[in-house]
């Protein structure tokens, strides 16, 4: 079985806006070049820290198996289009690329 989370982080100081951990839902779905990532039941606050921040972002998903390493895969935003909707309190992040790595293979 694998474990997966979501991380949406400030690309500058590395603080965390958005964790799968804290009751968070997620879906990823392609849209030509693109990849909508939406997370629901993102507060208020964490959703317009994310809109206002929507150029430095960094967000991550790690497949975590329970028989092998960890599989972290890195999407970058860019100028592509973030997205808070307050009352269904999800949030939707366009990203256009993705670099997937396996940090067992960086660090021992």
């Not at 997966?4 to 030509?32: A, I, P």
């Amino acid at each position: 079985m694998v474990q997966e989370r979501v991380l949406v982080k400030h690309s500058v100081t590395g603080r965390m806006l958005v964790s799968s951990t804290e009751g968070v839902t997620y879906t990823f779905d392609q849209k030509g070049e693109l990849t909508l990532i939406t997370l629901c039941g993102v507060p208020a606050d964490k959703g317009a820290a994310v809109v206002e921040l929507k150029s430095e972002l960094n967000v991550f998903r790690f497949e975590e198996p329970e028989d092998g390493p960890t599989i972290k895969h890195w999407y970058y935003v860019g100028d592509n289009p973030v997205v808070y909707d307050e009352a269904a309190k999800c949030l939707t992040l366009s990203v256009q690329s993705e670099i997937e790595y396996r940090p067992d293979q960086y660090w021992e």
